[in-house]
């Protein structure tokens, strides 16, 4: 059997897209059900692992950050724990993207994420690699490219999955979370109101937390409005990592070996985006990838 190096891994995202009806590129949301209020930045659609530079995220949302939860180099029936990457930051370099962009290039929940260049910054060693939708054209335009090759990277449907996403997170009932929302955010807004001196900061974000919770409560009074229903779902990936590969430190020290990294030899990642919440725009990850070891 060949050694591979398999890691673990897990965590909240932040995910600010506009949803339908609205337009893929629609940069506040107007007939959806996501937006952005007040002095917040404009929707991105970015998929951040990790909390972008300059940037804060909404009150209430649960902390940011994808990490190795564990990772073991694996041969025949044994396991060698490999300390140097558990609990390492991952990111997706890039500002990546869901790509379906309103079912011109895929159907909704089949959409790739473009560009997927990861990248982990483990103690005394870092991977990266990509994973371009064709191997000898990485900078092809994603609308150029067929959907049957969109669909080979792309998830696998939009899949009603609660007892994956409550094992994974601990999230049994959404419209309690929703529920629990607006009694923190109501909170909040009587501090800011109870200000005697309130400044202009203090208006926009008393109008951010109000626009909030006139959206939750439009969950909370029909849970299966996608406020609710939404963070049930997950969309499933799982592809192969063909694309340029670096690694950097002492891959006997804290690997345990050489992996390796060429263009026959790829990284195989699999993992699911769910528990979406669309007044935090966040979701979770969970998955794994596995890297195989030179012999």
Same mark, same amino acid.
């Given at each position: 059997?060949?050694?591979?190096?398999?890691?673990?891994?897990?965590?909240?995202?932040?995910?600010?897209?506009?949803?339908?009806?609205?337009?893929?590129?629609?940069?506040?949301?107007?007939?959806?059900?996501?937006?952005?209020?007040?002095?917040?930045?404009?929707?991105?659609?970015?998929?951040?692992?990790?909390?972008?530079?300059?940037?804060?995220?909404?009150?209430?949302?649960?902390?940011?950050?994808?990490?190795?939860?564990? %990772?073991?180099?694996?041969?025949?029936?044994?396991?060698?724990?490999?300390?140097?990457?558990?609990?390492?930051?991952?990111? /997706?370099?890039?500002?990546?993207?869901?790509?379906?962009?309103?079912?011109?290039?895929?159907?909704?929940?089949?959409?790739?994420?473009?560009?997927?260049?990861?990248?982990?910054?483990?103690?005394?060693?870092?991977?990266?690699?990509?994973?371009?939708?064709? #191997?000898?054209?990485?900078?092809?335009?994603?609308?150029?490219?067929?959907?049957?090759?969109?669909?080979?990277?792309?998830?696998?449907? @939009? /899949?009603?999955?609660?007892?994956?996403?409550?094992?994974?997170?601990?999230?049994?009932?959404?419209?309690?979370?929703?529920?629990?929302?607006?009694?923190?955010?109501?909170?909040?807004?009587?501090?800011?109101?109870?200000?005697?001196?309130?400044?202009?900061?203090?208006?926009?974000? %008393?109008?951010?937390?109000?626009?909030?919770?006139?959206?939750?409560?439009?969950?909370?009074?029909?849970?299966?409005?996608?406020?609710?229903? %939404?963070?049930?779902?997950?969309?499933?990936?799982?592809?192969?990592?063909?694309?340029?590969?670096? @690694?950097?430190?002492?891959?006997?020290?804290?690997?345990?070996?050489?992996?390796?990294?060429?263009?026959?030899?790829?990284?195989?990642?699999?993992?699911?985006?769910? %528990?979406?919440?669309?007044?935090?725009?966040?979701?979770?990850?969970?998955?794994?990838?596995?890297?195989?070891? #030179?012999?």
């Amino acid at each position: 059997m060949t050694a591979k190096l398999i890691m673990q891994f897990g965590g909240w995202i932040l995910m600010r897209l506009a949803t339908d009806p609205d337009p893929t590129d629609e940069p506040r949301g107007v007939s959806g059900y996501s937006f952005a209020f007040g002095d917040e930045p404009d929707l991105d659609r970015v998929i951040s692992f990790q909390v972008p530079a300059h940037f804060k995220p909404r009150s209430h949302t649960f902390p940011i950050g994808v990490r190795v939860r564990r %990772a073991v180099r694996q041969e025949d029936q044994t396991e060698k724990r490999l300390p140097a990457l558990e609990g390492a930051p991952m990111e /997706l370099l890039g500002k990546p993207r869901l790509e379906n962009r309103n079912w011109t290039l895929t159907p909704a929940g089949f959409e790739p994420i473009v560009p997927f260049d990861l990248r982990i910054n483990g103690k005394g060693i870092t991977l990266r690699r990509r994973a371009p939708l064709i #191997a000898d054209q990485p900078d092809k335009p994603v609308w150029e490219i067929s959907e049957s090759i969109l669909q080979q990277f792309g998830a696998v449907g @939009v /899949l009603y999955e609660p007892a994956t996403i409550g094992n994974a997170t601990g999230i049994w009932d959404s419209l309690q979370v929703a529920v629990d929302r607006v009694k923190a955010l109501e909170k909040d807004l009587a501090k800011l109101e109870a200000k005697k001196k309130r400044t202009a900061a203090d208006e926009v974000a %008393a109008t951010i937390i109000r626009a909030r919770i006139a959206q939750l409560n439009i969950g909370i009074a029909d849970p299966s409005d996608r406020r609710i229903a %939404a963070r049930y779902y997950v969309e499933r990936f799982n592809f192969p990592m063909q694309g340029e590969a670096e @690694v950097q430190g002492d891959q006997q020290k804290t690997l345990g070996g050489t992996i390796l990294s060429d263009a026959k030899n790829p990284w195989q990642i699999g993992f699911w985006i769910g %528990a979406w919440d669309p007044d935090a725009l966040s979701a979770y990850v969970l998955g794994a990838l596995e890297i195989p070891y #030179a012999s």
